[in-house]
């Protein structure tokens, strides 16, 4: 069985509770509108090159790392057995960015 990647919008959503800001002020840092940044961290729209080059350039984690990050889990996912974890078939993961570490944080439930 393959090691689910962890999902990239879970990693966002770390980011700004370590550094306590909602999505109206993290879309504001980024210099994004509100409602993409909700729909990317909804899921309804994926991670885009601009969003990607924006998070790479406002956070401790390089834009390089965002694409891979973002191209392992739509792999992934859109794979028979991340389709299947999806749909509660699978292993459960969560991930994190240590941004004192700079790096990242797996865990599997």
Do not use: C
């Not at 794979?79 to 960015?97: D, I, N, R, Y």
């Amino acid at each position: 069985m393959q090691t689910p990647p962890p999902n990239p919008t879970s990693l966002v959503k770390e980011i700004m509770e370590e550094n306590g800001w909602n999505q109206t002020a993290f879309a504001q840092h980024l210099g994004v509108s509100l409602s993409n940044l909700s729909m990317a961290l909804n899921g309804d729209r994926p991670l885009t090159a601009g969003l990607i080059l924006k998070l790479g350039a406002k956070t401790r984690i390089p834009a390089d790392v965002w694409a891979k990050r973002v191209s392992d889990y739509t792999n992934w996912s859109q794979s028979g057995e991340g389709q299947k974890a999806l749909q509660g078939e699978g292993p459960k993961t969560e991930a994190s960015f240590s941004t004192r570490q700079g790096q990242f944080l797996t865990t599997y439930k």
